[in-house]
């Protein structure tokens, strides 16, 4: 008997260290953004599921934002359509947005709806055009001193939060793929997932922006060093963004535009760690990149005090 207790007091200690963090984080919002390798690994996908559903039962109000980028590149192959990226942005013809459409919301989405929802009747999908949820106009990125049409892809102008506060109210987990109606004509628009989340963390008052990537956290001095930087303010990580390699411009300005705007933390996460989201969020150690506001206090762990 004794040696029973002794074998499961680690899962009690775990459990307690969790304590602080459930009670602060109890009530509020969290915005995940799901990407990277967590996307298409099976068991990743599955741990990625229980951690929202973890974050629901402890009383947070998760909400989930995707994009769906393996998956597009795959369907537009299927399509004969050519993937073609400029200033980190898919470039995106009206026949890849239709593919665009139908990847995001009839397979991404319902894949980890359904994912969630064998834990319980608690998922439900949605995109930025239903409820007018996320509005946008068409971006044009600026490369070399010169604007460029890289189509359909839209520039976020407008947040209702409305379908989706209905939503958590009603105890459901929102899943959000990251198509914008238009602001000015009859298109819709495909918008980078990182952007989309950032703009609905803000919009939506939440406490933290998680967002998963496909390496350990921004680092201190790529490629020369693999050092993660844990902490950083506002003002340092606006220095570091033109540093910054393509792919983590968005995720990292992303994260300064949330803390910008009223988000206590924005989160950059290794997603091939297993449950990195229950890492982060419930232990003392915490994992990957934290952004803070700048007038944050300095702290220990994964929370700002």
């Not at 139908?102 to 980890?112: D, H, K, P, T």
């Not at 520039?155 to 379908?163: F, H, K, L, N």
């Amino acid at each position: 008997m004794s040696a029973r207790k002794h074998n499961a007091l680690p899962k009690a200690q775990t459990l307690i260290e969790a304590l602080p963090w459930l009670t602060r984080h109890r009530g509020k919002t969290v915005v995940v953004k799901f990407g990277g390798n967590a996307m298409v690994d099976e068991e990743l996908k599955a741990a990625f599921a229980q951690d929202v559903v973890f974050l629901h039962h402890a009383g947070l109000k998760p909400v989930v934002v995707h994009g769906g980028g393996p998956q597009i590149n795959a369907a537009l192959d299927r399509h004969g359509l050519v993937s073609e990226f400029r200033a980190g942005l898919r470039v995106t013809t009206p026949e890849a947005m239709d593919v665009v459409r139908m990847v995001l919301a009839g397979q991404v989405q319902r894949e980890l709806v359904g994912l969630l929802n064998q834990h319980g009747p608690l998922a439900v999908g949605l995109t930025g055009e239903d409820a007018r949820t996320i509005t946008a106009i068409k971006h044009q990125p600026r490369i070399e001193g010169e604007l460029v049409d890289i189509g359909r892809v839209g520039e976020i102008t407008a947040i209702d939060t409305g379908a989706i506060e209905a939503l958590l109210a009603d105890g459901r987990i929102p899943v959000v793929s990251s198509i914008a109606r238009s602001e000015d004509d009859h298109h819709v628009y495909n918008v980078n997932a990182d952007t989309a989340a950032a703009a609905l963390a803000a919009a939506l008052g939440a406490e933290t922006l998680m967002v998963l990537t496909d390496v350990e956290g921004l680092y201190e001095d790529w490629p020369n060093s693999d050092e993660v930087i844990s902490r950083l303010t506002a003002t340092q990580l606006e220095k570091l963004l033109p540093e910054l390699s393509s792919g983590m411009v968005p995720k990292m300005e992303g994260c300064l535009h949330a803390v910008r705007n009223g988000v206590t933390t924005a989160r950059v996460i290794d997603g091939r760690v297993p449950h990195s989201i229950l890492l982060e969020i419930f232990t003392d150690e915490g994992i990957g990149t934290m952004v803070v506001p700048d007038a944050a206090r300095p702290t220990q762990g994964g929370c700002t005090a």
